[in-house]
């Protein structure tokens, strides 16, 4: 499965943006997928992970109601919704595909990974 993220940009503070990770392959459904992001010099750490089936996806707890995953109806994109955006949120964000939703916030639960894209906060 190769993974592609798209939607990234330069937005001003309180802004909003809509991130996509597509499957050039299988489709998403068999698995489950995170978010996670990477400031500079700092460690990349999670966002929020979904599974194909279980129920809410988990947040980390920085997101605050801001940020929401949801999938598309033919599974092969996932989707993270970006509101009331601040500096602090100026990173590279990536996708990933893990096998068990129940590990999926956890950065090792992940063997497949795209390239990321930009996102920079700032007015």
């Known amino acids: 499965v190769e993974l592609v993220e798209s939607g990234g940009g330069l937005v001003q503070p309180g802004g909003s943006l809509r991130l996509s990770c597509t499957s050039t392959?299988?489709?998403?459904?068999?698995?489950?997928v995170g978010w996670f992001r990477q400031a500079p010099g700092k460690e990349r750490r999670i966002v929020g992970c979904?599974?194909?089936?279980?129920?809410?996806?988990f947040y980390a707890s920085f997101v605050k109601g801001r940020f929401t995953i949801s999938r598309n109806n033919d599974k092969t994109t996932v989707y993270l919704q970006l509101n009331q955006l601040g500096p602090e949120d100026t990173a590279v964000y990536s996708c990933?595909?893990?096998?068990?939703?129940?590990?999926?916030?956890?950065?090792?639960?992940?063997?497949?990974w795209g390239r990321g894209t930009q996102v920079t906060v700032s007015s």
């Open positions: 990933g595909t893990a096998w068990d939703y129940r590990d999926c916030p956890a950065f090792s639960a992940y063997d497949n």
């Open positions: 392959g299988w489709g998403l459904n068999h698995y489950a």
């Open positions: 979904s599974g194909s089936r279980e129920g809410d996806p």
